[in-house]
């Protein structure tokens, strides 16, 4: 608005007005100088702020993302601070000046920079690139949650909340690789498994098939990962971690699938951690607090499992509490949780170094090959002597049911077999390792037995089956991949983290990638080392009953097994709490996306924003898996959600890279398609190799989830017959299609390229569909227009002619995309039609491609460059983004390739972000692959240009271009005699052709009126243009000649050839040009010179088109500009934005 009022007040007669004008003048002075009683002729401006009350209306609405990059305004300017998106009162938005500042267009100095005058009428929409850099990479700064990030792109709420939020923000993200991703993801992964299941499971599947059970996890979240870095880098991944990444890549439908399995993937790993928890203190700890006792020998595991669920409840209630009370304290404790787990690791690994010359002594007792329980005796003999007598021992009682050791009631097993003690630990030296290389998996109830041991092998009887270490579960490859999963994941924790990072594109990757580096090690030398230390039976021994109820891992640690156990206790909590953390927060998200209407109550909190809600919904399952009450069968249940969540993380990161998406540029390289298509399978395999009924009702689940997110947001139409389908899936696609403007993430110039066919209905600059074709590389919508002048009925069939000539060379060269032939009497209406009505609901287009109009100088006609401005006016009212090459004749074509060279981007104006994203989609064809983009922006006298380099290299660092950036100084020098003396030549061509075209109407009217002078004359245009330009002329005109008149007209027709011949020596002194074309002029002489200079050798040069003046008089000198801009340059694009924003630093 400001803009607008300095206009007004240039009509003033008054010097304030003027000054106002020049900027010189302070505002409120301005605002004075308008005089109260103004005449007629001068329009007043009022300025009334007025709030939209409709504005919540379309705030919500993702899709519009027009963004403010101003500061702040204080109150009185508060109108201002909604020009984001208006509504014409008919549902049509449009923006207000997005861009800029009321107080800045107020400053004249910005409006009348000498070096940019050619840009100066739409500085209040298109800011210079120097007063804008500042805040774009300010913009970036906001705090990285949901919240701010939804704010971020939907422009959500007032000026003062952002900028609340942007205060918030200020404290700057500190937490590097090490801190931020690498040790919580370390914790993360490292949990209950590593302690309490993987010594079993080394013993079950044996060496080498544990080796293929941890490699296969491995490579999955390896290959996860590397697709998860892809999306995380491709730009700030907020709270929400993998339901952010995949909502933002797949849509809501598959993301609120994913993130609820996610979520309930994360809660029943709170509920494992906590059972881990409780059989570690039961167990191992203080079995003594055991409130359920077996009331017979075969009730163990009932009890055991009614004590897990008892004690898990307590605890879950507990961790809840804490939960609710204060997160931070959960947060602070993290690092020590994560101290015991590395601790623990260590101790084992240095056990493992000191078994080799002196393994601990955990003598195992045997029964012939069998394993027995160390706690039900103390003396591994049938019989001791006590006093010189021979006396049975308590084993003997226990199988004998006697003390006087006859043999009538004894087992027959322990009859037949010896009882022998064998060494539990062997140690690293010991070659127990090739025992222990293959599986021996175990039914359930099945007797730990020793292979290669002597023995007699009977039945012996079942009632002494409580004596054995058995089996408690049925083993097979399968079940333990469903069982060793859960300690793999944790993967995500870095991502989740992102706004808190110093740098989150680099250290996302990096610290996940080095977290599962590190911990495949450890796994794989953990099963290498409990393979070569422990007896292949104790492995077996889930519980540690053979070695006297000690943990098995734990008897290898040194200095005690203490050490592992205490530490795993406390690491196995503080998951726990971690998980009871993450999850509510993980719900509140996808409850506050409200893509699920009946999870809404779950958004809601604490006034400090802490989802009480979620936190109770998050306890009530967790509780439900606490009632399982077994480690073994909860862990698969978790890797069914884990295993489903990180396939759509696979599958958004090759759908994204097969679609070639304009936004898709992570930062991070090392990743492919093909790739991520491989972690799908391996987890798809996954699935159904640990648990095919368990992998069917998680899928289910998220079947169901994303059917009911569909059919909330869309109606369905079924026809019959495959057409019918086909037609019903196109409809809904475009309905869906026209529901609001595309994401800014999901911008890619849509085409329609304006064709000029000759007479021959040849298409005259073939190459503009040959640039078309290598910026569009197949993707998106090409719409290949063209207009034919006559009348439609007569020209049908050429107009068929001319779209068989086109749709010909769209094969040659490649184009896939639509053809549209429009027949119009004047070719200016048949071009403003096909900007108007080409495409189809949301398939619309969003660019015009414009061929230049070569030889305009030259021509007498003017309608070839007053179409060209007329079209350029035409897509700036439309919204449209604008190209034009020029010099279209030297593009490259598609059998060319660029080796090396570069593209410059000369960005002095900012429109959306057209001038970054082009180059980067023309990179993407393999003419232009290996050329180098640079960037260059103009600086002035009062700009601070070092300042402004580091700016723009951050502003690309975070939309993930790679460019090398230049910040170019341009001084304010007096304007040259070049400049004046090529104003003066435009100003007395323009002088001569006009003078040329009115006695060339003087001719024609004297031959009509000769022909019949009283007649009534259809004149023509003045300027014999096809459309009405200047005043019109009445059709009818009576003639009522007088002597006096008679003499004038003769006088006028034999001065006519003398005027030509004085114009051509009118030499108009220097100080009687236009001043206003001599700033235009002097601005295009400057930067012509500095491009000129800097880019003489690119091979592409993208540049600002300035506008077309808002006085339709200066449009042959707006021409004179373009060319005088772009002389000496062998291929210019020139670039004009639609003023939206078409590229953003999101994911």
């Given at each position: 608005m400001g803009g607008v009022e300095e206009r007004g007040?240039?009509?003033?007669?008054?010097?304030?007005?003027?000054?106002?004008?020049?900027?010189?003048?302070?505002r409120p002075a301005c605002l004075a100088a308008v005089p109260r009683g103004a005449p007629a002729a001068m329009p007043h401006f009022t300025v009334v702020p007025v709030e939209d009350k409709h504005r919540a209306d379309y705030d919500s609405v993702e899709g519009l993302s027009w963004v403010d990059y101003r500061e702040p305004a204080a109150a009185p300017a508060a109108a201002d601070s909604y020009d984001t998106v208006s509504s014409d009162g008919h549902g049509n938005h449009k923006e207000n000046?997005?861009?800029?500042?009321?107080?800045?267009a107020g400053k004249g100095g910005d409006y009348y920079d000498r070096n940019l005058a050619l840009f100066e009428e739409e500085l209040d929409i298109r800011p210079k690139v120097s007063s804008l850099l500042g805040k774009l990479v300010n913009y970036t700064n906001?705090?990285?949650?949901?919240?701010?990030?939804?704010?971020?792109?939907?422009?959500?709420?007032?000026?003062?909340?952002?900028?609340?939020?942007?205060v918030?923000?200020?404290?700057?993200?500190?937490?590097?690789?090490?801190?931020?991703?690498?040790?919580?993801?370390?914790?993360?992964?490292?949990?209950?498994?590593?302690?309490?299941?993987?010594?079993?499971?080394?013993?079950?599947?044996?060496?080498?098939?544990?080796?293929?059970?941890?490699?296969?996890?491995?490579?999955?979240?390896?290959?996860?990962?590397?697709?998860?870095?892809?999306?995380?880098?491709?730009?700030?991944?907020?709270?929400?971690?993998?339901?952010?990444?995949?909502?933002?890549?797949?849509?809501?439908?598959?993301?609120?699938?994913?993130?609820l399995c996610f979520y309930l993937g994360t809660t029943f790993a709170g509920a494992m951690y906590i059972l881990g928890a409780i059989e570690i203190l039961l167990t191992y700890i203080v079995p003594q607090a055991a409130i359920f006792y077996p009331s017979g020998a075969h009730d163990a595991s009932s009890a055991m499992l009614n004590n897990m669920r008892v004690y898990g409840t307590v605890f879950l209630i507990l961790m809840a509490v804490v939960v609710f009370v204060g997160v931070k304290y959960v947060n602070k404790f993290a690092s020590l949780f994560l101290a015991c787990v590395v601790i623990s690791i260590l101790s084992i690994y240095a056990g493992a170094i000191k078994s080799i010359f002196d393994p601990p002594e955990f003598p195992i007792c045997m029964l012939g090959n069998r394993t027995l329980i160390r706690d039900q005796f103390d003396v591994c003999a049938k019989t001791i002597v006590k006093d010189n007598i021979t006396v049975a021992s308590k084993l003997w009682e226990n199988f004998c049911h006697n003390t006087n050791l006859t043999t009538e009631n004894c087992d027959e097993y322990f009859l037949l077999n010896n009882v022998s003690e064998i060494a539990g630990i062997p140690g690293a030296a010991s070659g127990i390792l090739k025992d222990n290389l293959w599986s021996n998996y175990l039914e359930k109830g099945e007797i730990l037995e020793k292979a290669h041991h002597p023995s007699v092998d009977v039945a012996g009887q079942k009632n002494n089956l409580h004596l054995y270490v058995l089996s408690d579960i049925s083993t097979s490859f399968m079940v333990l991949v469903g069982i060793f999963f859960p300690s793999v994941t944790g993967?995500?924790?870095?991502?989740?983290?992102?706004?808190?990072?110093?740098?989150?594109?680099?250290?996302?990757?990096?610290?996940?990638?080095?977290?599962?580096?590190?911990?495949?090690?450890?796994?794989?030398?953990?099963?290498?080392?409990?393979?070569?230390?422990?007896?292949?039976?104790?492995?077996?021994?889930?519980?540690?009953?053979?070695?006297?109820?000690?943990?098995?891992?734990?008897?290898?640690?040194?200095?005690?097994?203490?050490?592992?156990?205490?530490?795993?206790?406390?690491?196995?909590?503080?998951?726990?709490?971690?998980?009871?953390?993450?999850?509510?927060?993980?719900?509140?998200?996808?409850?506050?996306?409200?893509?699920?209407?009946?999870?809404?109550?779950?958004?809601?909190?604490?006034?400090?924003?802490?989802?009480?809600?979620?936190?109770?919904?998050?306890?009530?399952?967790?509780?439900?898996?606490?009632?399982?009450?077994?480690?073994?069968?909860?862990?698969?249940?978790?890797?069914?959600?884990?295993?489903?969540?990180?396939?759509?993380?696979?599958?958004?990161?090759?759908?994204?890279?097969?679609?070639?998406?304009?936004?898709?540029?992570?930062?991070?390289?090392?990743?492919?398609?093909?790739?991520?298509?491989?972690?799908?399978?391996?987890?798809?395999?996954?699935?159904?190799?640990?648990?095919?009924?368990?992998?069917?009702?998680?899928?289910?689940?998220?079947?169901?989830?994303?059917?009911?997110?569909?059919?909330?947001?869309?109606?369905?139409?079924?026809?019959?017959?495959?057409?019918g389908l086909s037609l019903s899936a196109a409809r809904y696609a475009l309905l869906r299609l026209e529901e609001g403007p595309p994401h800014t993430k999901n911008w890619r110039p849509q085409l329609l390229v304006l064709l000029k066919l000759d007479e021959d209905l040849h298409v005259k600059y073939p190459r503009l569909l040959t640039f078309a074709s290598q910026l569009k590389?197949?993707?998106?919508?090409?719409?290949?227009?063209?207009?034919?002048?006559?009348?439609?009925?007569?020209?049908?069939?050429?107009?068929?002619?001319?779209?068989q000539t086109i749709k010909n060379m769209m094969d040659i060269e490649k184009v896939k995309g639509f053809c549209q032939v429009v027949v119009a009497n004047k070719v200016r209406e048949g071009i403003a039609h096909l900007i108007q009505s080409c495409g189809l609901g949301g398939m619309k287009h969003n660019t015009v491609v414009l061929g230049w109009p070569y030889g305009w100088r030259q021509s007498e006609d003017p309608r070839s460059w007053k179409t060209f401005i007329g079209t350029v006016r035409c897509t700036t009212a439309a919204h449209l983004a604008l190209l034009v090459p020029k010099n279209v004749s030297f593009y490259p074509s598609n059998h060319e390739r660029y080796?090396?060279?570069?593209?410059?981007?000369?960005?002095?104006?900012?429109?959306?972000?057209?001038?970054?994203?082009?180059?980067?989609?023309?990179?993407?064809?393999?003419?232009?692959?290996?050329?180098?983009?640079?960037?260059?922006?103009?600086?002035?006298?009062?700009?601070?240009?070092?300042?402004?380099?580091?700016?723009?290299?951050?502003?690309?660092?975070?939309?993930?271009?790679?460019?090398?950036?230049?910040?170019?100084?341009?001084?304010?020098?007096?304007?040259?005699?070049?400049?004046?003396?090529?104003?003066?030549?435009?100003?007395?061509?323009?002088?001569?052709?006009?003078?040329?075209?009115?006695?060339?109407?003087?001719?024609?009217?004297?031959?009509?009126?000769?022909?019949?002078?009283?007649?009534?004359?259809?004149?023509?245009?003045?300027?014999?243009?096809?459309?009405?330009?200047?005043?019109?002329?009445?059709?009818?005109?009576?003639?009522?000649?007088?002597?006096?008149?008679?003499?004038?007209?003769?006088?006028?027709?034999?001065?006519?050839?003398?005027?030509?011949?004085?114009?051509?020596?009118?030499?108009?002194?220097?100080?009687?040009?236009?001043?206003?074309?001599?700033?235009?002029?002097?601005?295009?002489?400057?930067?012509?010179?500095?491009?000129?200079?800097r880019s003489h050798d690119a091979r592409l040069v993208l540049l600002n088109m300035p506008g077309p003046p808002k006085n339709t008089d200066g449009d042959e000198n707006y021409m004179e500009f373009l060319e005088v801009l772009t002389e000496g340059l062998e291929r210019v694009l020139l670039v004009r934005g639609g003023g939206r924003e078409v590229i953003t630093i999101y994911s």
């Open positions: 007040f240039l009509r003033g007669s008054d010097r304030t007005g003027q000054e106002c004008a020049a900027g010189s003048a302070p000046s997005p861009f800029l500042n009321s107080s800045e906001l705090t990285q949650g949901v919240k701010e990030h939804e704010e971020a792109e939907n422009t959500d709420g007032s000026k003062k909340k952002v900028s609340k939020h942007a918030e923000g200020n404290k700057s993200p500190s937490m590097g690789t090490l801190m931020g991703v690498y040790l919580p993801c370390m914790q993360n992964i490292f949990g209950v498994i590593l302690f309490l299941r993987l010594t079993w499971m080394v013993g079950m599947a044996g060496v080498l098939q544990s080796f293929l059970i941890v490699l296969l996890c491995c490579c999955c979240t390896m290959l996860t990962t590397i697709s998860m870095s892809a999306i995380a880098t491709n730009g700030v991944v907020p709270a929400g971690g993998s339901y952010f990444m995949i909502s933002r890549s797949l849509g809501p439908e598959f993301g609120g699938a994913v993130g993967i995500m924790a870095g991502s989740n983290r992102s706004g808190d990072l110093k740098d989150a594109q680099k250290s996302i990757p990096v610290g996940t990638i080095l977290a599962i580096v590190t911990t495949s090690l450890v796994y794989f030398s953990c099963v290498l080392l409990f393979g070569a230390c422990i007896e292949g039976v104790v492995l077996r021994d889930k519980y540690g009953d053979a070695v006297n109820k000690n943990l098995v891992v734990g008897t290898l640690s040194w200095p005690s097994p203490w050490v592992i156990v205490i530490g795993s206790f406390f690491s196995t909590c503080g998951a726990g709490l971690q998980s009871l953390t993450g999850a509510p927060r993980l719900l509140q998200a996808i409850a506050k996306d409200n893509i699920i209407p009946f999870l809404w109550v779950f958004g809601h909190g604490k006034a400090n924003g802490e989802p009480t809600w979620a936190l109770l919904l998050t306890a009530l399952i967790a509780e439900l898996g606490i009632l399982i009450a077994s480690l073994d069968m909860v862990a698969p249940i978790l890797s069914m959600f884990f295993l489903m969540c990180y396939l759509f993380v696979n599958l958004a990161c090759a759908v994204q890279t097969l679609l070639r998406t304009p936004n898709w540029r992570p930062r991070f390289k090392y990743y492919h398609w093909a790739l991520s298509f491989l972690g799908m399978s391996i987890c798809l395999a996954l699935m159904f190799i640990s648990s095919w009924y368990y992998a069917l009702v998680a899928m289910l689940i998220a079947g169901m989830i994303y059917k009911y997110i569909e059919y909330q947001g869309a109606e369905k139409e079924w026809g019959d017959g495959i057409r590389a197949g993707k998106g919508l090409t719409i290949i227009g063209s207009v034919i002048q006559g009348n439609f009925l007569e020209t049908y069939g050429e107009a068929q002619a001319a779209e080796n090396e060279g570069n593209i410059d981007v000369w960005w002095i104006v900012h429109d959306g972000g057209m001038l970054m994203l082009l180059p980067f989609l023309l990179k993407q064809h393999k003419v232009w692959r290996k050329c180098k983009m640079r960037i260059f922006t103009v600086a002035q006298m009062d700009d601070n240009s070092i300042q402004m380099k580091k700016d723009l290299a951050t502003f690309l660092y975070q939309l993930r271009i790679e460019a090398e950036v230049e910040v170019v100084e341009m001084h304010n020098s007096d304007i040259s005699a070049y400049t004046y003396e090529r104003t003066l030549m435009m100003e007395q061509r323009s002088q001569m052709l006009r003078q040329m075209r009115l006695t060339k109407t003087e001719r024609e009217r004297e031959a009509q009126l000769v022909k019949d002078r009283h007649s009534i004359a259809r004149l023509e245009s003045l300027y014999s243009d096809e459309e009405d330009e200047g005043d019109p002329v009445p059709e009818n005109i009576q003639m009522t000649w007088t002597k006096e008149k008679c003499d004038a007209e003769k006088r006028n027709r034999g001065s006519a050839v003398g005027s030509f011949r004085d114009l051509i020596s009118i030499k108009p002194e220097w100080e009687n040009l236009n001043q206003s074309n001599v700033r235009r002029m002097h601005t295009a002489v400057k930067l012509n010179e500095v491009i000129v200079n």
